[in-house]
């Protein structure tokens, strides 16, 4: 049982550069969520999917579209890379409709934009 | 929209004595779960505890306990007999119950309280 795997763990990208972050969660989880983490300012969520075949906008959805790939893969694509896009990024996952579980988080992809 | 506010950006404490944390938070809810994360070097988001608005008992998990004051919306971590293993970031998050409200499901976080435990 992995729990949630992100991949990359690093990567560095040009300006204008796309890429994609993947996450897959084998705990047969309905929500998938994506954060990023900035110095001084906490996890700010990007996209979630509340269950498979939906996805919703966050708090800081510009510059970032999501696929829900199946009921375990959520997957983040920048596509045309920005400087203000670096930072830690962090998929998690929890049950559907009840608040008191836990969302389990990814180790998390550091990206650096240059 | 909910806010969560961490006013201490960094706290310290000697190896077995004791520190809070605090945490407050804005909402017009009235039920909600309110959590500390702690997220160590390695950078894993690591649940400590956690607490839902209609429960008054504070809640408790070993070492670390919890001063959830409602009215005041604050929500502060205690952590007794400080080890040298609790030096990490930790984060206080609010998570809404209510099934109709476009925050549903999602963690709203502070912005982090950066922990120095010194042997």
């Known amino acids: 049982n992995a729990g949630v795997t992100q991949t990359p763990k690093f990567q560095v990208l040009k300006t204008g550069q796309s890429m994609t972050l993947q996450c897959a969660q084998d705990m047969n989880h309905n929500s998938m969520y994506w954060y990023r983490q900035d110095p001084g300012m906490g996890l700010r969520l990007i996209y979630y999917s509340a269950s498979e075949g939906t996805t919703d906008k966050g708090e800081v959805p510009n510059g970032y579209n999501v696929s829900r790939l199946n009921k375990r893969e959520f997957s983040l694509r920048l596509e045309s890379a920005a400087p203000s896009q670096t930072s830690v990024y962090f998929c998690?996952?929890?049950?559907?409709?009840?608040?008191?579980?836990?969302?389990?988080f990814g180790p998390g992809t550091r990206l650096t934009v240059t | 929209a909910q806010t969560v506010t961490q006013s201490q950006p960094e706290m310290s404490v000697q190896e077995a004595e004791t520190v809070t944390l605090s945490c407050t938070y804005d909402t017009s809810e009235s039920d909600y779960y309110l959590f500390w994360y702690k997220q160590p070097p390695s950078r894993q988001m690591i649940l400590v505890i956690r607490?839902?608005?209609?429960?008054?008992q504070n809640a408790t998990e070993n070492r670390f306990s919890v001063n959830f004051q409602k009215a005041a919306k604050s929500f502060s971590l205690k952590i007794s007999d400080s080890q040298l293993g609790d030096a990490a970031m930790y984060f206080c998050a609010y998570r809404s119950v209510n099934a109709g409200g476009t925050s549903y499901g999602k963690l709203t976080f502070g912005q982090g309280t950066i922990l120095t435990v010194h042997p």
């Open positions: 998690a996952s929890s049950v559907l409709g009840e608040a008191h579980y836990e969302q389990y």
């Open positions: 607490q839902e608005a209609y429960k008054q």
